[in-house]
């Protein structure tokens, strides 16, 4: 054997580490992306490991908040308008939240309180008043009012509402109906002059903020129910989407895996009673930052906000981007503190436009639904993707996009009656495993909706997985983007709207037999504006300005559709569904349509005929919607 001197070693050395560069060089050039990937998914795996964790000792967001408590108890937790709050503020406020309730003898841990309000403080020290006591939280939609209302709170089954002082009205509505079922209703004021209501705020004027033993709450683990959301998701009716306490940490992590850190300000401007909105508050309580709040977005005010409380952090959808950019130019408009955009649903031109007129933010777009068990994020950058596809993501967290047949709604089966995934550039079906690590949770009480979204044997016979209702595409580089919802929801202003409800209200119309509601696109706009194709009852002239009042008075704003198109009879299949996609590939061109087209018109409180100068004006986009 020949001996080896020490400089015979050095050389070795050095070409084992050239090799290396060499081969970690051909490696970046041929997969650029490869240490984005790998690090993404291994920060995945590492909070998978800490709920299991977390698991073990029954750790949950209140234990994380009541610790964040105790570490930093006056720094500042919540800001709304000229009004700061402290993490010990807060955690006295929730003290005396859960004392009116305590005392009131109708609630217990393992019960559900539904919330019927805006973004306000009050709405966070509710929520952390009642998760001190062990009980779980229906977030209503303060929009719905009516029949939506009563369903929502139904299906949460929820024995106690908690209402905002301005939503008075709408709960005095269904008042009969909430009282017939025992329901405890408190209104947040200081009196209420209504028999069946209770006024809330001069209880917790008078009640303790003393701390409350964790004992209150010892029954609660992980797999408890801490809030549910309301979803369209893709299958009608609003339903109650079931949110553990280990699916809120996983939530809550976003901040986190979006580069987060604990000197942050975060803005919230989005509904605390949507996903993205309340996790901008458990992420700040995950983090122990501070958090600002806004009632309700506001284009105009919003780099003022931002200036106001030092804000480093926002929340965004892709309506809310685009409303920003469609601002008036200013001088200040890069004179912010802001570094970072968390949110989803922003379209690759609004994307340029926003770094390019505010500066170089960083902006982490993430996909993920709410009743849904897997998430996506755009960790690289590039402008309009929603993520990566990757091996290894796959591999750890099972995922296909699979061939989807739009006209018959339903996924593409071969002759053995297993799906196909979709080829790269093409349009698929966004299905995700179930799994012990990748659970479903489903709706509250709603079983029948819980099955369908699954799909069973997609790949082999026994396998299940949870049906998105999105279609996304992967191209030649392995970035995924979003393309459409498919099934009966579509989305507009930032809201889910659910076709099979927004036609059962407008059949209620005097003059109107039948309704096929769908979404139809608009240029320059995110989403899709509503439409109606409608047919009148016999003898029935359309009266669009009952039909305006009509629905009005019993849809909120972004579920009204923009247009109607009537006809004398609605097109179904052989199975007596009604037929949507001619209808959407027509839209609302007269040039296209024969039969009569109106347009929602906000100023004249009614639907207008549909001129070619009007469509004309709206896409061209001189005319607002």
């Not at 977030?139 to 009563?150: C, P, T």
């Not at 209104?187 to 069946?196: H, N, P, Q, V």
């Amino acid at each position: 054997m020949l001996p080896i001197d020490g400089n015979s070693s050095q050389t070795n050395m050095l070409v084992w580490v050239v090799l290396a560069v060499v081969v970690l060089l051909g490696l970046l050039f041929r997969f650029p992306y490869f240490f984005q990937d790998v690090r993404y998914v291994f920060k995945k795996l590492k909070l998978r490991r800490l709920i299991l964790k977390h698991m073990q000792t029954n750790y949950t967001i209140l234990d994380r908040f009541t610790d964040a408590v105790k570490t930093h108890p006056h720094k500042p937790f919540v800001h709304f308008k000229d009004e700061t709050f402290t993490y010990r503020d807060a955690d006295k406020l929730g003290n005396k939240v859960a004392r009116v309730f305590l005392q009131s003898g109708q609630v217990r841990e393992g019960d559900t309180v539904a919330m019927f309000l805006a973004n306000e403080p009050m709405f966070l020290w509710l929520w952390l008043g009642l998760a001190k006591i062990g009980c779980s939280v229906a977030l209503l939609n303060y929009n719905i009012r009516s029949r939506s209302l009563l369903h929502c709170f139904s299906c949460s089954g929820a024995k106690t509402l908690v209402a905002a002082a301005e939503l008075r009205d709408a709960v005095e509505e269904v008042l009969p109906s909430l009282l017939e079922q025992q329901v405890r209703v408190y209104i947040l004021a200081d009196r209420s002059d209504t028999s069946g209501v209770e006024s809330f705020k001069d209880k917790m004027s008078q009640a303790s903020s003393e701390p409350l033993s964790k004992d209150l709450r010892s029954h609660v683990t992980l797999q408890s129910p801490a809030v549910y959301i309301y979803t369209s998701g893709t299958t009608g009716l609003p339903k109650a989407a079931v949110l553990t306490q280990a699916k809120l940490w996983g939530m809550s992590w976003l901040q986190l895996s979006s580069g987060v850190n604990s000197k942050d300000v975060i803005y919230v401007s989005l509904p605390l009673y949507h996903s993205s909105g309340f996790l901008g508050f458990t992420g700040a309580i995950e983090r122990g930052i501070t958090l600002a709040l806004r009632s309700k977005f506001s284009a105009s005010q919003f780099w003022d906000d931002c200036r106001k409380y030092n804000v480093t952090v926002i929340q965004y959808i892709g309506e809310t981007v685009r409303y920003l950019c469609n601002t008036p130019q200013k001088l200040n408009d890069r004179s912010h503190k802001v570094r970072l955009a968390i949110g989803n649903g922003i379209r690759a031109d609004v994307w340029r436009n926003f770094i390019s007129r505010f500066g170089n933010i960083e902006i982490r777009e993430f996909y993920g639904a709410t009743e849904g068990n897997f998430a996506l994020m755009n960790y690289s950058g590039k402008i309009g993707a929603i993520g990566r596809d990757t091996f290894l993501h796959k591999k750890f967290f099972p995922y296909a996009v699979i061939k989807y047949n739009i006209e018959k709604e339903e996924p593409v089966r071969d002759s053995s009656g297993f799906c196909t995934e979709a080829a790269k550039g093409e349009p698929g079906l966004l299905v995700t495993a179930i799994s012990v690590r990748t659970p479903f949770y489903g709706y509250a009480r709603n079983l029948q909706q819980t099955e369908k979204k699954k799909l069973h044997n997609v790949f082999k016979k026994g396998d299940l997985y949870f049906n998105t209702g999105d279609l996304v595409r992967i191209d030649e580089d392995n970035f995924v983007y979003f393309q459409d919802r498919v099934g009966d929801t579509f989305r507009w202003k930032g809201e889910n709207v659910a076709t099979t409800e927004v036609a059962d209200v407008i059949a209620l119309a005097d003059c109107i037999k039948e309704a096929n509601v769908y979404g139809v696109q608009v240029p320059g706009q995110e989403g899709r504006a509503g439409m109606a194709a409608v047919s009148l009852r016999d003898g029935q002239k359309f009266d669009s300005a009952d039909v305006f009042k009509h629905i009005q008075n019993f849809l909120p704003a972004y579920a009204r559709p923009r247009f109607m198109r009537i006809q004398s009879s609605l097109d179904v299949t052989g199975t007596f569904k009604l037929l949507k996609v001619k209808l959407v590939e027509e839209g609302f061109d007269p040039n296209l349509i024969t039969d009569p087209l109106y347009f929602l018109d906000e100023k004249e409180k009614n639907y207008i005929p549909l001129t070619q100068d009007i469509f004309s004006g709206l896409t061209s986009g001189k005319i607002k919607i």
